[in-house]
């Protein structure tokens, strides 16, 4: 499944928040996908930034795509990988 975002200008809502919010539509995708015992990806590769790819895929002028969530039957168990520390990535406001 692929789909495009068409930010506009909003007196309200700034570009890069409906960019945010295209995103999370990605991620919710993926989400109840796997709620529902399917494996999900979603990814945006090459195609996602080529003109050619995005007219051959029904983009219109000014059309951007968010990505491609691949949705299948999972036939393997993922391992995660390592992750780091959060204390090492995350930074927590005190109030101060
Ligand atoms: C917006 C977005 C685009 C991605 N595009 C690609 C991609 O083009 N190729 C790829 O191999 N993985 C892509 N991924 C997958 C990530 O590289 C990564 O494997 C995935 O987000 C899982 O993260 P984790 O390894 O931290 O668990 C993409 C992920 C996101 C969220």
């Known amino acids: 499944?692929?789909?495009?975002?068409?930010?506009?200008?909003?007196?309200?809502?700034?570009?890069?928040?409906?960019?945010?919010?295209?995103?999370?539509?990605?991620f919710n995708l993926v989400h109840a996908a796997n709620a529902l015992g399917?494996?999900?990806?979603?990814?945006?590769?090459?195609?996602a930034?080529?003109?050619?790819?995005?007219?051959?895929?029904?983009?219109?002028?000014?059309?951007?795509?968010v990505g491609f969530v691949h949705v299948g039957t999972p036939t393997t168990k993922i391992e995660d990988r390592p992750r780091p520390a959060l204390d090492d990535v995350v930074t927590y406001w005190s109030g101060q």
């Open 49 to 65: 930034y080529d003109a050619e790819a995005a007219q051959a895929l029904g983009a219109r002028l000014g059309e951007r795509f």
């Open 38 to 47: 399917y494996a999900a990806q979603w990814v945006t590769r090459w195609y």
């Open 1 to 26: 499944m692929a789909w495009f975002l068409t930010a506009v200008e909003h007196p309200k809502i700034p570009e890069f928040e409906q960019l945010i919010s295209a995103g999370n539509v990605a």
